[in-house]
């Protein structure tokens, strides 16, 4: 609704086809996957997942039907928008199809679960040079893999044997490792140190929403999941507020991050200019400081927010 | 005379949590012979093993403690741990540890990993707090993490389908995670504590973690007067860097456990500084509470610079679980006053002493 209303005063030269799908549901409608595979852009606004058993995650489901095997979120710092940790800009690869996602699951006798983790040389490799592709195209210096491979060796060891087959292939990229457990703490204590990261799916999750968390929280950051065929833009992390019905009622959920995705989506339709003014409207905004949502310590509703960057468009 | 002690063990927890400066005003009355001297296995380890447990080994003999050490060389290259060394700790039931540094990749499995799974140290515990005087990007962080050590996905269960093809088993069992809660709950109980939280990924992994909170809810039924909530996994860490006074205790499988831990000690202050240990039924080996990433790194050995305050604290937790209070409630004030003085700080809190300048000032504010 938010983008819809940009439209019209945008004139930008996308149009939408609208499709209700919720997170109960048991399967993705067919008619909604013909239209994504037809137009191979889907923005998406999210799918709240039923903990526990019974539905499997709609949102999985998407990504593996159409092979979206790649994750990206982009974390930084945003002017105006002071935050504990300051020059960070780091960009989360994640791989979004196997590893601890996969699903597989089932009870070997009661009360002994078994979870299967499948990492195969190929997804590993797709997302090694998905990773180092990125960075070339984005003027990007370092690709940091990260991984567990002193406890699973042989799962994350395939993992980064993957990595460092394709770090050779860009010479001028500087590659290198780091253990997940240690990942995390310098993620908080010293952020300034990492540039794009590429990660197996779990870790990529929990890297993604605590790098969004220390440069502003999940309510800001873009992103958005491709693969070779099809995009799907959505928040970049959207960690806990989907389900949130309070967000909801009182109008408060905060649209810049799915803003800044569309802007992402804007260039991967190769429309730059819509989205060099999307993105700089909303970046006014937030440096403005004056109309900003709850997340952001402000007061004020999802629409005022939506008015405010319609006022700045030039 | 167990209900006094159990009051008497929420006194002493209370006061330690709180403020670290105030001196005990009640004794507890010991039976003749509690002073004998306690034998301790001590592993210094690989990297800064050596040197933060030398720290521990002289502040425990400048206060006269009555613990003695059996040293034993356990580096982590060996395929296993001794045998001599699997015995000491047997027979003493108490461990300190530096650190045994794990080769990434094929080849040895980890050492860490194989002295939690023999001695069935089922619970992992970390404590992340502000120490006064250290200023971090976060206040009031006061989080303990209790991680399941044994199953989940470092069970170590791997192997190759075929070639390019790797499968990895997390294995989670109705036996180990209602362990884990039960011990997190006591935790809470015995020390005062409001909340707990358990960390889990069930809405994709729903059998797995789903099993796990089944387990977590049925123990809190127990327990009416804990408050118990549970977090998605990622919405954990997002929270942790945002608002991390909100938590308390947290119970965790084994790998949330771990980045959790890391990701708590780093906003509290770093892994230099926070004290833990693991436990089990029989036995307990107290280490630094999150040690990643720095147990093999030279440059910090060779310049001595590790930070032995980690150790230093998980050792003062040793000696109230070997029932001397009031020498932990000394080692404890010592370290404090000097994180509080903020003179005398290795490189990771900002400055420039070196590990053996450290354990001289603490010596020196010893009473």
Known sequence: MVVLSLRFLFIAPVFFEKYDVHGEMSRVPAEVMESIRKNKVCLKGGLKTPV??????????????????????????????????ENVDIVVIRENTEGEYAGLEHEVVPG???????ITKFCS?????????????????????????????????????????????YPSITYNEIIVDNCCMQLVAKPEQFDVMVTPNLYGNLVANTAAGIAGGTGVMPGGNVGADHAVFEQGA??????KDKIVLENKANPVALLLSSAMMLRHLQFPSFADRLETAVKKVIAEGKCRT????????TQEVVDAVIAKLD
Do not use: W
Request: hydrophobic share 40%; charged share 25%; with cysteine.
């Open 52 to 85: 526990g058993g019974g539905v499997s995650s709609l949102n999985v489901q998407l990504r593996k039907e159409l092979d979206l095997f790649a994750s990206l979120v982009n974390c930084f710092n945003l002017p105006g928008l002071p935050t504990r940790h």
């Open 112 to 118: 002994v679960v078994e979870s299967l983790k499948v």
């Open 125 to 169: 490799e797709r997302i090694a040079k998905y990773a180092f592709e990125y960075a070339y195209l984005n003027n990007r210096k370092k690709v940091t893999a990260v991984h567990k491979a002193n406890i699973m060796k042989l799962a994350d060891g395939l993992f980064l044997e993957s990595c460092r087959e394709v770090a050779k292939k």
């Open 238 to 243: 959207s960690a806990g507020n989907v389900g």
């Open 294 to 301: 709850k997340d952001l310590g402000g007061t004020s509703t």
